[in-house]
Every structure is written in structure tokens, then in C-alpha cells.
């Protein structure tokens, strides 16, 4: 009797243990790998035409789904608004509203919330197909440097992407914002532009999505490349890979949206 | 792919980042004309500053002429002392009296300057003394509702029935609440 609750506890701490071993020695190589990329990133920008490439991957073909969902997101925020700000008599407020919530907040983490569903599992699932496909050897065996050659140039098109999706999806937000608030609701139109020019800061507000924005795109795009370069070799390991790198990138902007906000609060 | 094709989309979607971004900037941010060139600074002492806060406008006649800088606790006078930066380009009068309104009913505060007629003009470093304190909600009601409570104990009878009237006539047109019309 003592001996068996002895046994299971020890089974359940020595479990314990070794997830939290495994934990942190993943996140040791993935901090490993992000140090490797940035060694050997001059190659990147030495033969950009590399970089472009990514950058139209992940970059041009996510425009589609981040200009929709951008219109949809602030044309929402706009009727939402409208139903709480009119109780309030203060409508004209709509579009402050949508401007600071899109460029300080939703812009920046929806995007890399749709950059890691669009792009980021792109990259995992090619990379662990490289991997699985023995592409990856094959290059060190021809003596490519596999990091310079495929995973560097897939972390800067990310890193430069990710600011501009968020910008523009900011900006179309606040034109669907802008269209459901005058033309439908019959907000004034000098008052919409007005009052958010007032209260919108470029230093505060624009600057700091900026900042979020390429943190999140470094975030994103160094869990896809990790998760892929580190997948197991066979098909259902890609497809945990990739299952982790949505959930994992999910996870760290919402966790890390907070740590920045709350700094950039501080100053 | 084409590398041509594919220069071709980057260099649209950059560009395309770059306006969305010019965009947020000018049309949204309105980074043009909240820049404020050179200042002087000028301080003055209030009693109660409600909820002015550093950054906040400071306006005459309506338009921006300058920020607050800085706001300290004068543990001497137990006053606060706010620091506002005004633009070069416009000189006060040494007596210009300094207000904190709230723009709207529950907005945000700022420091109103309305000029006197003082020939001499505000320099760095200056106090201006004819100060207004900011208007607490809850103290002008409480005065409020004590000024109506003495008014009512004072006339008695006469007051309540004048009270009723004003409230009949005023029945078809706005709604009259137990305080009475309201103070403005």
C-alpha cells in the first residue's frame, strides 16, 4: 500500500521532471538556432534575392487574408463601438476608438496571429519536409550551410514582413472603421478624422505598434523555423510540428503582447 | 517563379507597408501640426488640479498654443505647481489668468489662458498668479444640493409650491428631476 502511492508518486515527479528537461533543453536549441541565424544571416543580405523570395512567400501571399480580415475587423469595431459610445452621446468618439485599438492592440497581434496560421505553418511544414527528405543533409553534404542558405533568409523576410502586414492592417481597418461609421451610421465626417488625429499619438501609439509588430515577427517566425528544423523526419512528426508552431506562436504573442504593452506603459 | 515577378510583388508590397504606414502617420497620428516648435516655460499654482495631467493642451481662445510639462506638489503651500510649455510664437500678458477647464462633461482636462491687459508679457521662467482651480464634480454637487436644501428650509411653503409650478411648466418640455433644473 505504502509502497504502490511511494511508486506513483515517484512515476509522477520523475514524469514531471523530464517534460521539464525536455522543455528547457528546446528552448536552449532554439535560442542556439536563433544565435546560428543571425551568425550566419550576412549571406541573406548579401544575396537578397534570397530574402525576396521569402518576403513574397510569406509576405505578398498572406496580403489577401490580412486585408480582408483587417476590413472585417474594423468595420466590427466600429459597430461595436457605435452601440456602446451612443449611450454615451459621444459617437463622434468612434473613430479614436478604432484607431487606437487597431494600432496599438489588433493590429499588430492579429496579424501575427494570422502570419502564424498563414505563413508560419508554411514554413514549419516545408522545412520539416526538407528535413524529412534529407534536402537539409544533402546541403551540408554539398557544403551549403543549411542555416544560411534556407533558414536565415526565411527569418528576415518574416522580420520585415510582419511590420508592414500589421501597418496595413491597421490602416484598412481604420478605412472599414471609417466606412461603417459615416457613410452607414451617419457619423460626421470631419469629426471622425478629427477627433482621431487628436487623441492618436504617432510616438505613443503608431511607433509602438511598430515596435510590437517586429517583435512579434521575430517571435513567429523563429518558433516556425525552429519547430520545422527540429521536427522528427517522418510525416506525422511535421504534422505535430506544425500543430505546435500555432499553438506555441499563438501563445508567446498574447504572452508577450502583455510583457511590451506594460513596459511600453511604464515610460 | 519569375525573378522579375517576384521583385515586382515585394517591391508593390512595400510599398504598399510604407503608405499604409505614411498613412498612419499623417492621417491618423497627424504627426503634421501636433509638433510644437520652441517654447517658453511659464508656472502657475493651483489649489486643486483635478485630473490635468502631464501632456495635457493648453489652449486659448480654443486653440492649442502649448502643453503642461510638468506637475509637482509644493509641500510648502500645499499647491500644485504646473510647469506648461507655450509656443514662442505667442506672447501673454503678465496677468493672464490660467483655468482648468474639462472639455465635454467627463473629458479630459486642460489649462485655459485668457489674456489681461497687462503690457508686459510672459517670459521664461515666469509665475502666473490669477489661477482658477479645476471644477470638482462632487463639490459642486454637494454645494448644489446644499444651497437647494437651505433655499427650500428658508421659504418653506412658498418655495415648495413655486417649486411645483416650475415643475409643471417645465413637465411638457424637459424632464425635472428631484434636484431641480439643473445648474447650468
New interface residues.
Given amino acids: 500500500m505504502f509502497n504502490s502511492i511511494f511508486t506513483t508518486i515517484t512515476r509522477f515527479l520523475s514524469n514531471l521532471g523530464r517534460r521539464m528537461i525536455e522543455r528547457m533543453w528546446r528552448l536552449g536549441a532554439g535560442a542556439r538556432l536563433f544565435f546560428l541565424t543571425l551568425v550566419y544571416s550576412g549571406e541573406s543580405f548579401r544575396r537578397f534575392h534570397l530574402t525576396l523570395r521569402e518576403v513574397y512567400f510569406t509576405g505578398v501571399m498572406s496580403l489577401l487574408i490580412i486585408i480582408v480580415s483587417a476590413f472585417f475587423v474594423g468595420m466590427v469595431l466600429a459597430l461595436q463601438g457605435y452601440n456602446t459610445l451612443q449611450k454615451y452621446g459621444s459617437s463622434e468618439a468612434i473613430g479614436v476608438l478604432v484607431a487606437l485599438s487597431l494600432v496599438r492592440e489588433l493590429g499588430p497581434v492579429v496579424t501575427a496571429l494570422l502570419f502564424a496560421g498563414r505563413a508560419g505553418t508554411a514554413i514549419t511544414a516545408e522545412i520539416g519536409l526538407m528535413k524529412a527528405t534529407e534536402q537539409l543533409s544533402a546541403m551540408e553534404m554539398m557544403a551549403v550551410n543549411p542555416i544560411a542558405r534556407v533558414i536565415a533568409p526565411r527569418f528576415w523576410a518574416g522580420v520585415i514582413a510582419m511590420p508592414i502586414l500589421a501597418a496595413l492592417f491597421s490602416m484598412v481597418g481604420v478605412l472599414g472603421g471609417y466606412l461603417v461609421a459615416v457613410p452607414l451610421i451617419g457619423v460626421d465626417d470631419g469629426a471622425f478624422w478629427s477627433q482621431m488625429q487628436a487623441n492618436v499619438d504617432f510616438r505613443d501609439d503608431v511607433v509602438n505598434g511598430v515596435i510590437k509588430s517586429l517583435a512579434f515577427g521575430v517571435v513567429c517566425t523563429m518558433i516556425a523555423l525552429f519547430e520545422g528544423f527540429d521536427a522528427p523526419p517522418t510525416a506525422e512528426g511535421v504534422s505535430h510540428a506544425t500543430t505546435r508552431t500555432v499553438v506555441i506562436s499563438s501563445l508567446s504573442v498574447l504572452g508577450l503582447d502583455f510583457v511590451l504593452t506594460s513596459f511600453m506603459l511604464v515610460v | 517563379?519569375d525573378?522579375t515577378t517576384?521583385?515586382l510583388?515585394?517591391g508593390?508590397?512595400?510599398a504598399?507597408?510604407?503608405?499604409?504606414?505614411l498613412?498612419?502617420?499623417m492621417?491618423?497620428?497627424?504627426?503634421t501640426?501636433?509638433k510644437i516648435g520652441d517654447t517658453y516655460a511659464v508656472t502657475a499654482a493651483f489649489e486643486n488640479i483635478g485630473g490635468l495631467k502631464p501632456n495635457a493642451p493648453v489652449k486659448s481662445a480654443g486653440v492649442v498654443v502649448g502643453r503642461v510639462a510638468d506637475i509637482k506638489f509644493d509641500s510648502k503651500a500645499y499647491e500644485a505647481v504646473v510647469t506648461i510649455k507655450i509656443d514662442e510664437r505667442y506672447n501673454f500678458p503678465k496677468d493672464t489668468f490660467a483655468n482648468i477647464y474639462t472639455a465635454?462633461l467627463?473629458g479630459e482636462q486642460y489649462v485655459g489662458l485668457e489674456a489681461g491687459g497687462d503690457d508686459a508679457v510672459l517670459k521664461n521662467g515666469d509665475k502666473i498668479t490669477q489661477t482658477q482651480d479645476a471644477v470638482v464634480l462632487e463639490k459642486m454637487i454637494s454645494q448644489f444640493l446644499y444651497n437647494k436644501a437651505s433655499e427650500t428650509k428658508s421659504e418653506d411653503g412658498a418655495g415648495k409650491t413655486a417649486a411645483k409650478e416650475d415643475a409643471k411648466a417645465d413637465s411638457g418640455s424637459a424632464k425635472s428631476t428631484e434636484l431641480g433644473d439643473p445648474p447650468f
Fill in positions: 517563379m525573378r517576384i521583385d510583388w515585394v508593390i508590397f512595400v504598399l507597408g510604407v503608405a499604409a504606414l498613412g498612419l502617420a492621417k491618423v497620428g497627424n504627426l501640426s501636433s465635454g467627463l
